[in-house]
């Protein structure tokens, strides 16, 4: 007879990892999402044959956790190309990073971009991010990522302005560089030392590996919880109960501290927009993130998706990506339209055969992880007997994050029910 499962409540990257791990373990698991598929904020749409990702986001080759745990070769990886280009002054130049292209040294180098002294800078921080161990870049004392670049790194604000201001927002969600510093060395030293990559079959591609060994019966979707009775049941919206041998929260923050009732404390959430075009021709070429560098008009950043996996589009068409940064934003009543007239400043009227394919508006998109936010971090994944809770918010905003955190917490469940024998 089969014994009670553990409940791992969400499916998204940290409940998936988790569960795996307790079936790798011979621990009977169920997991309930409220979503009709696995994935979290990780999801694909297929329309009209073109693959949307629920948000531009991207797999860091370098992550540690996701390296460790997941088949890159059989997620089928395209890489961008390093570094990006930068929309600044009615014009793009490029910025890449010469030790991965060594023949866009000359380029980068007088790209008009920041000042000589702040490329000896830029390499000073890119030889210490890579050649220090993680642990030491988040050792270091905490500021504000902005404090770091300007008064540790001592860059220019031109350099800080329209590369690492737009770069960053892009991945911290949030224009005013307030995030960690520690969170930024340990990002910019992933993004040195690997690729940004799109699985050839989106990025749901990730979390449908993660579930893949999960049969049927161990996965219901479309299963909202209702609440925790005690630490061995679980009732669902439907007003079904379920029994258990423990629990694993795998929800994002805020659903954490409604199931608990406020002893999961939640962070506050970045929120992010992102508009997909349908275009008869790519504007560029070349498999590259596109800043602005203005930091003017609602676009942060954007590619042409399908220029770095061909994939994601049906032949003879492009796939365009624009992402916009913020709450305030994405509320604005006529983003669309203002979106649409930037990028007819960037790409002139070529833009006017793009054809608006989706519109996503994500207001819990990352947790916001602020200077010193580690501080606030229990680094437990045991709430008490029989409860346990992972998520991005309980580690790093990231795929990494998310993916040691649903590690952590099934090591400590594993711990229990070993202890419990
Ligand atoms: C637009 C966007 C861009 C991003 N870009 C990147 C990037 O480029 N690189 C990177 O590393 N990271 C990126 N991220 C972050 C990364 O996707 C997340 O950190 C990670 O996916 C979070 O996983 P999670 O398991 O912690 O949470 P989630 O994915 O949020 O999973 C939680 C799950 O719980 C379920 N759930 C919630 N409440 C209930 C309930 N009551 N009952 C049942 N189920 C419930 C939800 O349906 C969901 O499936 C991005 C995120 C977004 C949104």
Redesign the pocket.
């Known amino acids: 007879m089969k014994s009670k499962p553990v409940i791992v409540?969400?499916?998204?990257?940290?409940?998936l990892c988790c569960a795996r791990l307790l079936l790798q373990h011979n621990i009977d698991v169920l997991v309930?999402?409220?979503?009709d598929d696995v994935?979290?904020?990780?999801r694909t749409d297929h329309v009209d044959g073109f693959l949307l990702d629920?948000?531009?986001?991207?797999?860091?080759t370098a992550?540690p956790e996701a390296n460790a745990q997941l088949d890159y070769d059989s997620l089928r990886l395209h890489s961008f190309d390093p570094g990006a280009l930068i929309r600044t002054q009615g014009r793009m130049v490029e910025m890449s990073d010469p030790w991965r292209k060594p023949s866009k040294l000359l380029s980068t180098a007088f790209n008009g971009i920041g000042t000589f002294r702040d490329r000896l800078k830029l390499a000073k921080l890119r030889w210490y991010v890579t050649h220090a161990s993680a642990d030491a870049l988040w050792r270091e004392p905490e500021s504000t990522t902005h404090e770091y670049l300007r008064r540790t790194c001592g860059l220019s604000n031109d350099i800080i302005n329209r590369f690492f201001r737009p770069w960053f927002s892009g991945v911290f969600l949030e224009k005013d560089l307030s995030t960690s510093s520690g969170f930024f060395r340990f990002l910019f030293r992933i993004f040195a030392m690997g690729d940004a990559s799109l699985p050839e079959q989106g990025m749901s591609a990730i979390p449908r590996q993660l579930a893949a060994e999960l049969t049927p019966d161990m996965l219901r979707l479309s299963?909202?919880?209702d609440s925790l009775v005690d630490r061995h049941h679980v009732r669902l919206r439907n007003g079904e109960s379920i029994d258990c041998r423990a629990i694993v929260l795998?929800?994002?923050g805020r659903?954490a501290s409604r199931?608990t009732s406020g002893t999961i404390h939640s962070p506050e959430f970045r929120a992010?927009t992102?508009f997909y075009f349908a275009a008869p021709q790519a504007p560029f070429g070349e498999p590259l993130l596109v800043l602005n560098g203005d930091n003017e008009g609602p676009v942060n950043n954007l590619c042409v998706v399908s220029n770095v996996a061909k994939s994601y589009a049906p032949a003879g068409q492009a796939l365009i990506s624009a992402s916009v940064v913020g709450k305030e934003l994405m509320d604005s009543s006529d983003l669309s339209n203002t979106v649409r007239q930037q990028l007819r400043q960037w790409f002139g009227s070529q833009v006017d055969a793009w054809s608006l394919l989706r519109r996503y508006d994500?207001p819990i998109?990352?947790p916001a992880q602020p200077a010193g936010f580690r501080d606030s971090l229990s680094g437990q994944s045991r709430l008490g007997d029989g409860l346990y809770y992972c998520?991005?918010y309980c580690e790093t905003?990231?795929?990494?994050?998310?993916m040691v955190s649903?590690r952590k917490a099934a090591e400590s469940v594993i711990a229990d029910l070993a202890s419990q024998r």
Not at 32 to 35: V, Y
Not at 54 to 60: D, E, P, S, T
Not at 397 to 402: F, V
């Open positions: 409540i969400g499916a998204g990257l940290s409940g309930l999402d409220a979503q994935g979290g904020r990780v629920r948000g531009f986001q991207v797999l860091q992550y299963t909202p919880v795998a929800v994002e659903e199931l992010t992102c994500i998109a990352l998520g991005d905003a990231s795929i990494q994050g998310a649903g």
